[in-house]
């Protein structure tokens, strides 16, 4: 009986080969298809738009900004000039933070395609993941867990600009408000010192009445005001990026560990990535 176990184990495997050799198009990419994971393929897609959005519009958004303030709140260059360096620092930033984000995409991507054929071949107890990988899934977790923590941050230090430059846009549109009834408009003012963005002994450092009209129909402006709300959305867009990709790592990793203990499902899990 013992010499006919490897003859029946040969055998089995070779029926096995030939009906994956049987197989259609159709079956193929049907499990094609099923290794795919599909939240991190979302995520990714959704990260990279985000990123693309708040790095590219950011940029011409501070450009900009710098422009308006030169040519109307601080007309002399020593009372900007560290505004300047930190604008130029956050585009720096703003470089870095793209390269970063396209890069560790395309890692959380190749792990989740390694997670999820991982979890499915430990369904079917195909083979066994190394503690290795299981670190590594686990570290992946931890960065981006980090990673959605800073990106709050930035979303929430992006929508400054929002709120400023809406307040400037508002102030404009009630002047020129056919309802309104304003005597005196140069009494109507924007000062940007108190916003802390120039000390407060720039010149002319705030804009009045018509002159603050006229601030609010430049292009520097109007582009400028659209852009951050866009930067801000794809700083949003980020965000829910790296929670989805914390959840779905999160998930193959409970899955993964509870496998290795040697436990074993009875029911067929419906995986989602």
């Given at each position: 009986m013992d010499g006919t176990k490897p003859v029946m184990e040969s055998?089995?495997?070779?029926?096995?080969?030939?009906?994956?050799?049987?197989?259609?198009?159709?079956?193929?990419?049907?499990?094609?298809?099923?290794?795919v994971p599909y939240a991190s393929l979302v995520a990714?897609?959704?990260?990279?738009?985000?990123?693309?959005?708040?790095?590219?519009c950011g940029h011409v958004a501070l450009t900009g900004t710098l422009t308006m303030l030169e040519n109307h709140f601080s007309q002399i260059t020593t009372d900007h000039a560290t505004l300047t360096i930190?604008?130029?620092?956050?585009?720096?930033?703003?470089?870095?933070?793209?390269?970063?984000?396209?890069?560790?995409?395309i890692i959380l991507l190749a792990e989740g395609f390694y997670t999820t054929s991982a979890?499915?071949?430990?369904?079917?107890?195909?083979?066994?993941?190394?503690?290795?990988?299981?670190?590594?899934?686990?570290?992946?977790?931890?960065?981006?867990y980090i990673l959605g923590l800073a990106f709050l941050g930035i979303f929430g230090f992006s929508a400054i600009p929002v709120f400023l430059f809406y307040n400037m846009w508002t102030t404009?549109?009630?002047?020129?408000?056919?309802?309104?009834?304003?005597?005196?408009?140069?009494?109507?003012?924007?000062?940007?010192?108190?916003?802390?963005?120039?000390?407060?002994?720039?010149?002319?450092?705030?804009?009045?009445?018509?002159?603050?009209?006229?601030?609010?129909?430049?292009?520097?402006?109007?582009?400028?005001?659209?852009?951050?709300?866009?930067?801000?959305?794809?700083?949003?867009?980020?965000?829910?990026?790296?929670?989805?990709?914390m959840m779905a790592t999160t998930y193959n990793y409970a899955v993964l560990k509870f496998m290795s203990h040697g436990n074993r499902c009875s029911t067929k899990f419906s995986e989602p990535y």
């Open positions: 055998t089995t495997e070779e029926n096995q080969e030939e009906r994956e050799e049987s197989k259609g198009c159709f079956e193929c990419c049907i499990k094609c298809l099923g290794g990714t897609i959704l990260c990279f738009s985000g990123v693309a959005l708040f790095c590219g930190v604008i130029q620092t956050m585009q720096y930033v703003i470089y870095g933070i793209a390269s970063f984000f396209f890069v560790y995409g979890v499915k071949k430990e369904l079917q107890s195909q083979f066994k993941t190394t503690v290795c990988g299981r670190c590594i899934t686990a570290t992946f977790v931890f960065l981006t404009c549109a009630a002047m020129k408000s056919p309802m309104a009834n304003i005597t005196d408009p140069d009494t109507i003012c924007v000062d940007v010192r108190q916003y802390g963005i120039i000390p407060w002994n720039a010149t002319p450092g705030k804009a009045c009445g018509s002159t603050l009209g006229d601030i609010c129909s430049t292009s520097e402006f109007y582009l400028s005001f659209h852009l951050y709300i866009v930067a801000c959305a794809g700083a949003g867009a980020t965000l829910i990026a790296l929670l989805i990709y």
